[in-house]
C-alpha cells in the first residue's frame, strides 16, 4: 500500500461549496497528520476520520490528529491562487512517517490533501519538520490555476 500525492476529490467540490475558509483572520483550522508507509491515502479520501487514523503514525513526540498548521494565507500569483502554510515541527521526536494527511478541522475534519513523502522519511530523537514549499503558481502546495 502506499500513500497517493492528491488534491481530494470532495475538497474540489466543498470549496464550490464554500465549505473551506482559509482565510488568515477568523477563518477554518487545518491540519497536518502523519502516516506510515501501510496507509493508502489518495485523492478518494474524504475525511481524516474515514479509516485513515488506523495507519496513522503513532510514537514519541507525535499526537494523533497531528498539527495545526498556520499561515494559512491565500493570494494571487499571477492568475494562479496559492496558499501558503508555514513549516511544522514536532520536537523531542522519533518518527517514521511515508506521507501525511492535511485536513480541516473546522469542517468534521473534510480532506484537503495528500502528501508522499516518496518514501520513509526518519528522524530520531530530535525535530521533524515539514517544510512547505515557496509559495507561487509553479510549487505552492495548494494552486488554483
Partial sequence: MANTSAICSSFKQELLQGKHSFESSGGHTFKIALY??????????????????????????????????????PVADGTTAVCDFADT??????????????????????????LNFGGDKTCTSGTFTIQFPTADASNAILRLA
Avoid: P
Fill in 36 to 73: 506510515t508507509n501501510s496507509s493508502n491515502l489518495s485523492a478518494s479520501t474524504a475525511t481524516y476520520a474515514d479509516g485513515t487514523a488506523t495507519n496513522e503514525y503513532s510514537g514519541t513526540g507525535y499526537t494523533g490528529g497531528g498539527n495545526t498548521l498556520t499561515s494559512v494565507t
Fill in 89 to 114: 515541527s514536532w520536537t523531542s521526536a522519533t518518527i517514521t512517517a511515508h506521507g501525511a494527511l492535511i485536513y480541516n478541522s473546522s469542517e468534521s475534519n473534510k480532506s484537503v490533501c495528500v
